[in-house]
């Protein structure tokens, strides 16, 4: 498996995907709903898991509006099923799902995902992983 270091930051064409810790903590605090120590925390625990490989957590910018519009987790890489989380407060952009796809089967090389939602995308989202890797 290789180092999650170097998953940062993934670009497409609308969005960049990148570590949390190169993210301003204010806009991270304002998708979670949270306090700052809170916040911090989250960001710390996620900053951890990289740094160990065990997980990997990107939060997702509109690259007009500079937003924060979702944060994806990928982990258990060990597992014969990768685990997969989208949080996200609208629908999951298909642009973003395609480029999740490409990364597990190129670099992960995993036959099955479980994706778990904080949306109505999760259905839909795990489908499309279903139907499209390799």
């Known amino acids: 498996m290789p180092n999650l270091q170097i998953f940062h930051p993934i670009i497409t064409a609308h969005f960049e995907l990148n570590f949390l810790s190169y993210l ?31 997980a990997i957590t990107w939060g997702v910018l509109a690259k007009k509006s500079r937003q924060l519009i979702g ?44 994706v778990t939602a904080e949306s109505t995308q999760a259905a839909l989202s795990q489908k499309f992983f279903n139907k499209n890797l390799t």
Request: hydrophobic share 45%.
């Open 24 to 54: 301003p903590g204010q806009i991270i605090q304002t998708f979670l709903q949270t306090d700052i120590a809170q916040t911090s925390a989250f960001i710390n625990r996620a900053m951890q898991q990289i740094m160990r490989n065990q």
């Open 71 to 114: 944060l994806i987790t990928i982990k258990h890489f060990d597992s014969p099923q990768l685990s997969l989380t989208l949080n996200f407060k609208t629908e999951v952009p298909a642009e973003i799902l395609t480029r999740l796809q490409q990364l597990i089967n190129d670099q992960f090389h995993h036959q099955a995902v479980l």
